[in-house]
């Protein structure tokens, strides 16, 4: 298995945030991504469909041949994730919102969360969230329309700060030393945010934490490659050009194609 991929699902680009940390981190790592921005927002999607997608994209990841799978979708991963281990024989890793470093860290005993609606609304979300926020405040703000915003590679537009103006004031009003960004599209939005939050707010993402565990599982298992620089392949179904921006530092190393799935 060391030789085969590690397979990567987002509900479009955002999930190319976490794909930075393991490239980072696991140079030899050969990686599929799978961009399902046709289907973009799941936060709006019933659960039922966003398991669905989960296993559509988990199988096709598979018939590639992915010895791993990172559910790189906060979304997917609070409403699917229990299925897919229980359907898959692969290590099958997911998101989770960053809410217990936050919580560890506070001084002001108030953190905010920017999320999706799908990810905000899950029993997993909330079962993390009160595992680890006894006598803090928690604002749970939905982010809405940003992962649309970033999936039209609109980051620095004037419709983009509008809502991130909206969606961080109650966060701001708060009095919170940390936000959570509990969606991986949202760090793509970091430079924006910090135009609009004091300067004593810190922002965390779940990327690096996750890359991680990556790593552990594949040492634990045995199951990790050796010597030559990994090989990494992007797939998306809809909006080529997002990802090619998003992804232009990496242009040499990377190849990106268009598939329907």
């Excluded at 140079?27 to 039922?48: F, H, M, R, V």
């Excluded at 966003?50 to 988990?58: C, G, M, Q, R, V």
């Excluded at 006598?135 to 703000?141: P, R, S």
């Excluded at 004031?169 to 030393?177: C, F, R, S």
Aim: glycine share 6%.
């Amino acid at each position: 298995m060391n030789k085969y991929p590690i397979g990567i699902f987002d509900s479009g680009v955002g999930g190319t945030t976490v794909w930075k940390e393991i490239y980072k981190l696991l140079p030899n790592e050969s990686t599929i991504y799978l961009a399902d921005s046709k289907n973009a927002p799941y936060g709006y999607k019933t659960k039922e469909e966003i398991i669905a997608l989960s296993i559509k994209n988990t199988e096709k990841l598979l018939e590639f041949g992915a010895k791993m799978i990172v559910v790189a979708c906060n979304t997917a991963t609070t409403n699917a994730i229990d299925i897919l281990r229980t359907h898959y024989s692969v290590p099958i890793v997911g998101i989770e919102p960053a809410i217990k470093p936050a919580a560890l860290k506070t001084k002001t005993k108030s953190i905010g969360v920017l999320a999706t609606k799908g990810t905000i609304s899950s029993s997993l979300f909330h079962k993390t969230s009160e595992a680890y926020t006894k006598n803090i405040e928690v604002i749970e703000v939905i982010g809405q329309g940003l992962v649309k915003q970033i999936e039209d590679n609109n980051m620095t537009s004037e419709a983009t700060i509008n809502l991130l103006k909206k969606d961080l004031k109650p966060i701001i009003d708060a009095n919170v030393d940390y936000i959570v960004l509990a969606c991986t599209h949202y760090p793509y939005l970091i430079p924006e945010i910090k135009k609009l939050i004091p300067q004593g707010i810190k922002i965390i993402d779940s990327g690096e934490a996750i890359a991680k565990r990556v790593q552990n599982i594949l040492t634990k298992q045995n199951i990790e490659a050796h010597g030559k620089k990994g090989k990494y392949y992007f797939y998306t179904n809809s909006q080529p050009k997002t990802l090619e921006s998003l992804m232009a530092s990496y242009s040499k190393e990377i190849i990106i194609s268009e598939l329907d799935f």
